[in-house]
């Protein structure tokens, strides 16, 4: 794979640029981390669309993904190299994606560095919080990445439509909510913030496709069933959140995510972009030789316990 060298990660996003050995490549430019028009395998072009310009084969996404996959981790090292903090938002419509998505990004990083919150319903003690103060608590420390399964943008959406805040408090979020950010970011936390954007007629198919899969069953929750109900309403709702919270330090960037494939791999294209970074992928390891067997007698198997094997 062939690297170039890339813009260096502000001084704003805090850190210090590590020191590259001499000789090495880099990572290839932001620009080209646009998803190519072919996907490369054994040498061969597989076209990342079908003929009809629209479907997505599993063999093209599979082997982008792959690609992907190695450049996450590349940019999760140099942001451990760099001592960044990154916070990557996730919100959108219920059924529009947003956890597929975080699992293919956390798939192939370690989750030493990188985490997913996804904060439960308030207890009655943190009511009675600042209300970001449970999200302050899960902000990154240097050289760390979070993925909010949903936020403090709760209170913009659910709570909002469902009548779980009041006036004030709602018009207390958007007033505070654009400077809590402009706060985050000035103290060096680069935070990225995506909303699913998945039409009425896919959201329906997927809620019966969740109705009829025992295994999917339970991620209709008695909140996704309101929602139906009241789709105006959360749009109403998203516009207005969207016009007091898409500011310049922290813009709101929209998936289209009726296909779910492509909008992972289009979210995971344009995280990478986001945090520019360089390819610090060590030297190739040498094993050395395993210790020599002086004597050493191992206890009997009958000993231990083993977990039973059905397959």
């Given at each position: ?204 198919r997927r809620f019966q496709d969740r109705l009829e899969d025992p295994t999917k069953r339970w991620k209709l929750s008695p909140m996704d069933v ?21 500011i310049k330090q922290a813009p709101w960037w929209v998936v289209r995510s009726d296909n779910k494939k492509r909008a992972r791999l289009n979210v995971i294209n ?42």
């Amino acid at each position: 794979m062939r690297k170039q060298k890339s813009d260096p990660a502000p001084a704003s996003a805090g850190g210090v640029k590590p020191r590259l050995r001499e000789g090495r490549n880099r990572r290839p430019e932001r620009d080209s981390l646009a998803i190519p028009a072919t996907a490369l395998e054994g040498g061969h072009g597989t076209p990342i669309a079908d003929q009809d310009g629209s479907r997505l084969s599993t063999k093209a996404y599979e082997a982008e993904l792959l690609r992907l996959d190695v450049e996450l981790v590349k940019w999760e090292e140099w942001i451990k190299a760099c001592g960044l903090k990154v916070v990557a938002i996730f919100e959108g419509r219920d059924a529009a994606g947003k956890g597929g998505a975080i699992k293919r990004i956390v798939e192939p990083l370690n989750p030493r560095y990188a985490r997913v919150v996804a904060l439960p319903a308030p207890t009655e003690r943190e009511k009675t919080q600042w209300y970001f103060q449970r999200y302050v608590a899960n902000l990154p420390a240097a050289g760390e990445v979070v993925l909010l399964d949903r936020s403090w943008y709760n209170r913009a959406g659910v709570e909002r439509v469902m009548g779980f805040c009041t006036e004030d408090e709602y018009q207390e979020f958007l007033r505070s909510c654009p400077e809590f950010e402009r706060m985050l970011v000035r103290s060096g936390i680069i935070l990225i913030k995506y909303w699913f954007s998945v039409s009425d007629a896919e959201q329906e198919r997927r809620f019966q496709d969740r109705l009829e899969d025992p295994t999917k069953r339970w991620k209709l929750s008695p909140m996704d069933v309101e929602s139906r109900s009241r789709w105006i309403d959360y749009s109403k709702a998203k516009d207005e959140m969207f016009a007091h919270t898409d500011i310049k330090q922290a813009p709101w960037w929209v998936v289209r995510s009726d296909n779910k494939k492509r909008a992972r791999l289009n979210v995971i294209n344009h995280l990478l972009s986001m945090v520019p970074y360089e390819d610090l992928t060590p030297e190739p390891i040498v094993l050395p030789p395993r210790q020599k067997d002086t004597g050493y007698v191992r206890p009997p198997m009958e000993d231990q316990t083993f977990i039973p094997e059905p397959y």
